[in-house]
């Protein structure tokens, strides 16, 4: 019996590119509970009207989804700990694969900074115009529900009570 070669998938480097290019998925399985949920075809994904309604799905309510990552980007600043991982759209940017809801937040920040002067914190305005993501040239279907499988349904193994206790003692001394 023949086994079959398994698959490679080819990650470009790190890069780096404007916010604006980035285009939030409205087909994201985040979504598909919601009432306002409806499936977008691919030609239509960089559509004005569609970014807005996926950008207003992943907030919520007076931004009720993204209260948490706020908090974080004004304390903390951006930290690369997950990749922002995209796929290019053919009709220009790049689809955001895994990272929506940090997508969505900096789309909401940057708009009350340019807006109000909003006060950012530690998150500096330069992450912008330079959003480190992974670019994936060669992802399927079966790539994108494995990693949606590993990243959302799987996801980080939580640490024991003692073991959270005691980074969170030393990070205080």
């Given at each position: 019996?023949?086994?079959s070669k398994p698959t490679t998938r080819r990650a470009h480097a790190l ?146 009570p003692l073991n959270q206790a005691k980074l969170l003692l030393q990070h205080?001394?």
């Open positions: 019996m023949a086994r890069q780096e590119v404007p916010l604006a290019t980035l285009l939030l998925d409205p087909n994201n399985f985040r979504f598909v509970d919601r009432s306002e949920y409806k499936n977008v075809e691919e030609s239509k994904i960089a559509g004005a009207q569609v970014q807005r309604r996926a950008l207003n799905l992943v907030l919520g309510p007076g931004q009720s989804n993204i209260v948490d990552l706020i908090d974080s980007f004004k304390a903390n600043g951006w930290l690369p700990v997950d990749q922002i991982q995209v796929r290019k759209h053919s009709k220009g940017g790049y689809v955001v694969v895994e990272g929506n809801r940090r997508i969505a937040t900096l789309k909401y920040l940057k708009a009350q900074y340019d807006q109000h002067e909003f006060d950012l914190g530690a998150l500096s305005p330069t992450i912008f115009d330079r959003v480190p993501v992974v670019t994936y040239e060669d992802g399927d279907k079966v790539h994108y529900l494995k990693l949606m499988g590993l990243k959302h349904i799987s996801g980080n193994l939580k640490w024991p205080l001394e």
